[in-house]
């Protein structure tokens, strides 16, 4: 699949799952360096905010976005991903003054191979959303084409809130 950073045209490492197809299996680490992986997310709805470097703007904006939103969600898995270090996104949280969100760390890109949402040539991942249904099924993706756009942050919402109907 391929995407585009600033217009230019970069590809990731092969095609996303689509909705319908089980999310693969993966390992992030959260602040405590403490492995994730997919199978403890299973019994819930989870949504998945990615995002390429939490020190742009445009991620910045999207996690605090999400993170505000989705306090209102007590039942929903929540974890923002990006290839950042744990100590780079401990910084960031520090400096918006964010501690409930799980802002997870994809260091060993794990989470960009098996969902195949890696820029290789760039070492980031691509932006996107994902809601998974209580069994690891994606219900809604949106993958941004252009990196630097942010994402619908309404469809997602609306989409994660139809999932919490079933």
């Known amino acids: 699949m391929e995407i ?8 990731l490492v092969g095609n996303p799952p689509k909705v319908g197809d089980e999310f693969p299996h993966f390992k992030v680490f959260d602040k405590n360096n403490h492995k994730i992986k997919m199978k403890e997310l299973l019994g819930k709805v989870t949504l998945l905010s990615v995002v390429p470097d939490i020190n742009t703007p445009v991620c910045s904006i999207q996690t605090k976005h999400f993170n505000s939103t989705m306090d209102q969600f007590s039942d929903v898995n929540f974890l923002t ?18 501690k ?3 802002l997870v760390a994809d260091t060993e890109e794990s989470f960009g191979y098996e969902s195949k949402l890696l820029i290789l040539d760039e070492g980031i991942l691509a932006r996107s959303v994902w809601i998974l249904d209580k069994n690891g099924k ?3 993706r949106e993958i941004v084409s252009e990196l630097v756009d942010e994402p619908d942050y309404d469809q997602a919402i609306t989409a994660l809130k139809e999932q919490l109907k079933k």
Do not use: L
């Open 4 to 11: 585009t950073i600033n217009g230019e045209k970069h590809q």
């Open 81 to 98: 991903i990006s290839t950042n270090t744990i100590a780079d996104q401990q910084k960031w949280c520090a400096a918006e003054g964010v």
């Open 138 to 140: 994606v219900v809604y």
């Open 100 to 102: 409930k969100m799980q």
